[in-house]
C-alpha cells in the first residue's frame, strides 16, 4: 500500500495511542509462564505481538484475544509442550531473543525462525550468553536465524552486557527463572527494564542494585491482571509532530513513562520543546502520565552515551525534528540502529534525501544540519514501521504532496497510525 500525505498546519486535540509493544510481548510469555489466568487490557494488536500469541499457541497455551483485550490461561513454569510445526515469529526480534531464553530449558526440541528481515538480525548476542547457561542453540545460517533450540538443564551464570539490549537481558533472565543458582547480570549502561518489573509483578525474585542485577529462581510464577500503557516509541511521532507543524497543541493520553524509555522526551526538552508530562501515576508497577505537546521552536543538542539505550528507537522521528531545529545536532554511539528492521542510520538518509535535505551517515550515528527545508516526493518505508512514520511526519512540514510507498508496514506496531494522524 502507498500512502500520500500533505503538509498541515494546526494539529490540535487529545489522542490514545496503541498498547505499548515491548510490555504486550512480555505479558503474553509471563502469562504463559504463570499459573492462572493473566488478563491483559490495552494489549497491542500489532503484527509483532501477534506473532508472538502464534507462538505461545503452538507451544500449547490457551490464549483468547478480544478487541485490545487478551485472556492467557498459564500453565506455569513447566507447562509448555512441543509445538508440532516451526515457531514463526514473523518479524519480531523481541520475540525470537526473548522466546529463545524461555525455550532453551524446556524438555523438547523446536526450531525458531521468521521472514527476511528477521533472518537478517544478530541473534549471537543471545546465543552466547545462554550458551554460557549450558543452552543448545544450533543457528544454520552463521549466527542469524533460523535457529534450533535443544532443550537441556541450565545453569547459572554471571554475565556482562558487551552492548545495552533490553532483550538480550531479558532472554538471560528468563532463562535463569529455570536454571540452577542465581543469575547475575552486569549492566553498565541501563536498558529498558520491563522485564524486570514485570516478572517481579508475577512473582519472580530479581533485584537491581546500580546495575548488577540478580536473579533468584522461584517455584512458580502466578497469573495476574495487567493494564497495558500506551507505546512512548509510537507517541514519539505525535510528539515531534506537535513541536514542529506550526500552530499545533496535542495531549497524547495514558502513555508508559519508565524512566529507561523516556529519552526522547529529554532530547526533545533539551532542544526547548514544550513536552509536559501530566497526571503521573502508575500502573502494574509502570510509570504511567499524559503527555503535553505545543509547537516550539527547537535547537540543536547532542545525543550520546546513556540517553541513546533510552531512545533507541525514536532517533529516526528524532532526526525529523533535527531539521527544524536551529544548528548542528549530532547522533553518536547509535551503531544498534544499523540492526533494527532496517539500517535505520542508513534508510532516514536516504529517504529524508529524497525530500531535499542532507543527513550526513557517521559510523555510529548521524549529524544534521538543521532550518533544512523539506519538499514533498516518494519514499520507500524499507518495510520498517519506523522509517514509514518518521517520513510521514516529515511529510506534515514538506512542500507538496510526499507518497509512502510499503506504508502498511505501520501495522508492526501501529496499525491506527495514518488515522490518528489525519483526525489530528
Known amino acids: 500500500m502507498d500512502k500520500i500525505i500533505s503538509s498541515k498546519t494546526g494539529l490540535k486535540g487529545k489522542i490514545k495511542i496503541p498498547g505499548d509493544k515491548s510490555i504486550s510481548h512480555r505479558a503474553v510469555m509471563f502469562g504463559s509462564l504463570a499459573k492462572g489466568d493473566t488478563e491483559i487490557t490495552g494489549f497491542l494488536k500489532g503484527d509483532d505481538c501477534m506473532s508472538t500469541i502464534s507462538c505461545f499457541k503452538k507451544l500449547g497455551i490457551d490464549i483468547e484475544v478480544e478487541d485490545d483485550k487478551v485472556i492467557v490461561h498459564g500453565k506455569g513454569l513447566h507447562g509448555l509442550k512441543a509445538p508440532d510445526e516451526l515457531l514463526d515469529v514473523g518479524n519480531s526480534g523481541t520475540t525470537i531473543r526473548l522466546i529463545s531464553g524461555i525455550l532453551a530449558a524446556q524438555n523438547f526440541d523446536c526450531t525458531l525462525n521468521g521472514d527476511a528481515s528477521i533472518q537478517k538480525r544478530p541473534m549471537k548476542r543471545v546465543i552466547n550468553p545462554l550458551s554460557q547457561m549450558g543452552a543448545d542453540i544450533e543457528s544454520t545460517n552463521d549466527g542469524y536465524a533460523p535457529l534450533a533450540i535443544h532443550g537441556r538443564k541450565l545453569k547459572a551464570i554471571e554475565y556482562t552486557m558487551p552492548v545495552a539490549s533490553a532483550q538480550v537481558k531479558s532472554s538471560v533472565l528468563l532463562a535463569s527463572l529455570f536454571a540452577e543458582g542465581v543469575t547475575v547480570i552486569n549492566e553498565p549502561v541501563a536498558s529498558r527494564d520491563h522485564t524486570e518489573i514485570m516478572l517481579n509483578y508475577f512473582g519472580a525474585d530479581i533485584k537491581n ?64 520543546g514544550y513536552v509536559e508530562i501530566i497526571n503521573p501515576r502508575e500502573s502494574g508497577g509502570e510509570l504511567v502520565g499524559d503527555i503535553e505537546v505545543k509547537t516550539s521552536k527547537l535547537k540543536a543538542t547532542t545525543l550520546e552515551g546513556s540517553i541513546i539505550p533510552r531512545m533507541i528507537d525514536e532517533i529516526p522521528v528524532f532526526a525529523v525534528a533535527a531539521l527544524c531545529a536551529e544548528g548542528t545536532t549530532v547522533v553518536k554511539d547509535a551503531t544498534e540502529l544499523k540492526v533494527k528492521e532496517s539500517n535505520r542510520i542508513a534508510a532516514m538518509s ?20 538543521g532550518n533544512q527545508k523539506l519538499k514533498g516526493g516518494t519514499v520507500y518505508s524499507h518495510l520498517d514501521h519506523r522509517v514509514a512514520m518518521s517520513c510521514a511526519i516529515a511529510a506534515l512540514i514538506a512542500d507538496g504532496d510526499t507518497v509512502i510507498t510499503n506504508a502498511d508496514c505501520v501495522g508492526i506496531s501501529f496499525p491506527n497510525f495514518y488515522e490518528l494522524l489525519e483526525n489530528l
Open 350 to 369: 536516504e529517504e529524508l534525501g529524497k525530500m531535499g535535505v542532507t543527513i550526513k551517515e557517521t559510523e555510529d550515528g548521524m549529524i544534521i544540519e
Open 209 to 272: 542494585n546500580n546495575g548488577v542485577i540478580t536473579s533468584r529462581p522461584v517455584e512458580e510464577l502466578y497469573g495476574r491482571n495487567l493494564e497495558v500503557p500506551g507505546d512512548i516509541s509510537s507517541a514519539a511521532f505525535f510528539m515531534v509532530a506537535g513541536l514542529v507543524v506550526p500552530d499545533s497543541h496535542i495531549i497524547i493520553e495514558n502513555v508508559g513513562i519508565n524512566p529507561t524509555r523516556t529519552g526522547i522526551i529529554d532530547a526533545l526538552k533539551a532542544m526547548g
